[in-house]
Structures are given as C-alpha cells and as structure tokens.
C-alpha cells in the first residue's frame, strides 16, 4: 500500500515540481518584458523629448527670422520715407524752374512764331522789289532818260508809276521806314517831274521826322515848301516843318513860320492845327504835334 501511494505520488510530486519550477521563468520573462517595456518607453520619452528640443530650436529660428524681417522691414519703411522726402524736396525744388522753363519756351516758342512770320513777309517784300527792280531795268532800257526840267514841271516823266509809290507808303505805314525811303529817292531819282514827286518828298521828311532826326526832317520838309508850294502837301510839310523846329526848341522859329503858313494858306485843312499850336507856343506851352494822317491829293 505504502508503495503504491509513492507510485501514484509520483506523478503529483513530478507536476508540482514543474509547476513551481515554471513561477521562477514566468517571473523573470515578465519583469524582462516590463523591463524591454521601460527601455522602449523611455527610448520614445527621449524622442519625444529630442523632438521637442528640435522644434524649440526651429520655433526659435523661425522667431528670430522673423523678427530680422520685421527689422528689415522697418529699416526699409524708414529709407523709402527718406527717400521720399528727399524726392518732395527735390520736386520742390525743381517744378518751379521747370514750370518757368516751360513758359519760356512757349514765349519762345511764340517769338519763333513771330520771326517765322516777319522772315516770311520780308521774303515777300524782296521779291516784290526784285520785281519792281527788273522792272525798273526793263523801263531804263527802253525809254529815254528823263528831261532836266526846272522843278515842278510835270514833263519828260520816265513813268515809275502810282504802283511803285503805293508800295513804297505801304511800307512807311507798316514801319519799314529804311525800306520805304529807298522806294522813295528812287521815285524821286527816276520820276522828278511826276505830279506824286511832293507825295513822295513829303514822306521822305515824315521818315526823319519819326526817326527823330528833326535837323534832316526840317531840310526835307523845305524841298516840300520850296518845290511843290501848290501841292497838297505844302501846307502839310510847313506845319510839320514848325513841330520839328518845337522839337528842338527853337520856338520863336516854330512861331515865324506857322504865321507863314496860316497866311499863305489860310483856308487848308491843316491851318486850324497851325493856329492851336501857335496859340500854345505863345502862351509858353509846349505843342503835342503828332503826324497827321497824309492823304493822297
């Protein structure tokens, strides 16, 4: 009996002891696990905390970046308000010139205008007289040379004809006074005896007259007087013979011959103007006497 509680004991006794062999290897594959568990987790502790220091640092850059970039930005405000005022100042310091540039070259522009106009109207005027000129030649040659009659006489005209004088007054009255008394010494060089001869003598005087050269204009204005005393322009030229003499001063001059004029011609149409001047030479004033208006008899 007692051999067979040991033979069936046996087994019982074998068992147990694989069980408690077996504790001893579970428990040391569990704490290897827990262990292997630990390393892992502290392993993605340490990445996580490499992770974090890694984006600390970007965070960081990217901070610093863009804080250089505001700076810049900054900087870059201030310089562009610089140069915007340096831009200002120098608007205002250069609009006005440029502005009293442009005013000049319109007021040039408009000069320009005005030259092309006169250059145009001489070109003109040129050949007009070139026409006139050969004209001249053409009646030179063909005619014979003026009689050398006494003054006044109205024979032996070449016939330099009203044509050439009306041009010649055309020019007095636009103010080309050089161009006008050349027109008119030749009317008078080629046409002595032509009844507009006193017309042409007359402006002649009136020329030195505007030009202010009263000596040469009283000179002129006597060869009026003295050649052509039945003309139109008798009259005219002793008047103006008197402003020039007032001109210069010499009144008591001035005087002798408006009384001659009003008694040679006490009925022409300038008479009256003689009378007003003398009127104020004797009272002591000075006489205001402008050109009168020449009218072709």
């Known amino acids: 009996m007692s051999n067979r509680w040991i033979q069936s004991s ?48 970007r965070f960081a850059a990217l901070e610093a970046l863009i804080k250089q970039n505001m700076e810049s930005t900054t900087r870059l405000n201030q310089a562009i308000a610089v140069i915007e005022r340096a831009v200002n100042k120098q608007s205002d310091a250069i609009l006005p010139p440029v502005t009293r540039t442009a005013a000049k070259a319109d007021a040039l522009s408009d000069q320009f205008g005005g030259l092309r106009d006169a250059v145009e109207e001489t ?10 000129v050969a004209d001249i030649k053409t009646q ?30 055309g020019d007095f009255n636009r103010g080309s006074y050089d161009l006008a008394k050349a027109q008119f010494e ?10 507009q001869a ?11 007259y505007n030009q202010n050269d009263y000596e040469t204009a ?12 039945g003309s139109f322009f008798g009259p005219e030229a002793q008047f103006k013979k008197a402003a020039a003499l007032e001109r210069l001063g010499r009144t008591m001059e001035a005087q002798r011959e408006l009384d001659a004029l009003i008694g040679r011609y006490p009925n022409a149409s300038i008479t009256e103007n003689a ?3 003398l009127q104020q030479l004797q009272a002591g004033g000075s006489g205001a006497a402008g050109k009168p208006s020449p009218l072709r008899p």
């Open 10 to 57: 046996l087994p019982l006794a074998c068992a147990a002891m694989l069980v408690f062999s077996a504790r001893p290897a579970a428990a040391q594959s569990t704490k290897d696990m827990i262990l292997e568990t630990q390393r892992q987790l502290a392993g993605v502790q340490e990445e996580l905390r490499q992770r974090d220091r890694e984006s600390a640092e």
């Open 123 to 132: 070109n003109a005027m040129l050949l007009k007289l070139t026409t006139e």
């Open 140 to 169: 030179l040659t063909t005619l014979p040379p003026p009689s050398m009659g006494a003054p006044g006489e109205t024979g032996g005209d070449t016939g330099l004809g009203d044509n050439f004088l009306s041009n010649a007054v």
């Open 186 to 195: 030749d009317f008078l060089k080629f046409s002595p005896n032509s009844p």
């Open 198 to 208: 006193a017309e042409a003598q007359y402006y002649l005087a009136q020329i030195a």
């Open 218 to 229: 009283i000179r002129q204005f006597d060869v009026v007087i003295q050649r052509y005393p």
């Open 275 to 277: 009378r007003g001047l």
